[in-house]
């Protein structure tokens, strides 16, 4: 029998200021460029979700968040030992990333960048077209299912399923929407 699949949580937020989302600029040392995105990041050893999601938003913007709302939507991206490796992230052959992105009903503070990783440049909350324009330049696995929920095409609760080709591109499986 082969090694177990690594299996990664990650969490991430939509904060909404009338008709703005809150996103960072991000750039990790093996990215090609910095990207804008929804703040969030892996959810470490001991940590729930909505612990996670409270110190990814605190890192990345400053805010502090007060109560985490729903879950918007899920997505899970397998990445089989025969897969390529992923350029923006970590997510290598062999290993599973399933995100879980959360509505932040209650926030509080001002925007205030403190990642300690310094990947994350800059915060600020962008009008929704402007914002899927940025998100749209992300992984298809990252844009897709944030694009289709910011435009209203998916209901909340959807759960996306991509998996790794060889050739790097990410295959859409399935969507499973309630």
């Known amino acids: 029998m082969g090694k177990p699949q690594e299996i990664r949580n990650i969490v991430a937020a939509v904060l909404?200021?009338?008709?703005e989302v809150l996103l960072v600029c991000q750039q990790a040392p093996d990215d090609d460029a910095p990207a804008w995105a929804l703040p969030g990041g892996r959810v470490e050893a001991g940590e729930l979700f909505a612990?996670?999601?409270?110190?990814?938003v605190r890192e990345e913007s400053g805010l502090e968040v007060l109560k985490t709302g729903r879950l918007l939507y899920a997505c899970q991206m397998d990445n089989p030992t025969d897969g390529a490796a992923w350029t923006q992230g970590d997510t290598q052959p062999g290993t599973q990333s399933v995100a879980f992105i959360f509505?932040?009903?209650?926030?509080?503070?001002?925007?205030?960048?403190?990642?300690?990783?310094?990947f994350v440049?800059?915060?600020?909350?962008?009008?929704?077209?402007?914002?899927?324009?940025?998100?749209?330049?992300?992984p298809t696995v990252m844009s897709e299912p944030t694009i289709a929920y910011l435009r209203g095409d998916v209901t909340e609760g959807a759960v996306w399923c991509y998996r790794r080709q060889s050739d790097g591109a990410d295959q859409l499986v399935s969507l499973l929407c309630p």
């Open 121 to 138: 440049s800059e915060a600020q909350f962008v009008p929704l077209v402007d914002a899927m324009e940025r998100l749209a330049q992300l």
């Open 103 to 118: 509505a932040v009903d209650e926030w509080q503070g001002e925007i205030a960048c403190a990642d300690p990783d310094e």
């Open 51 to 56: 612990e996670a999601l409270a110190r990814e």
């Open 16 to 19: 909404r200021r009338g008709d």
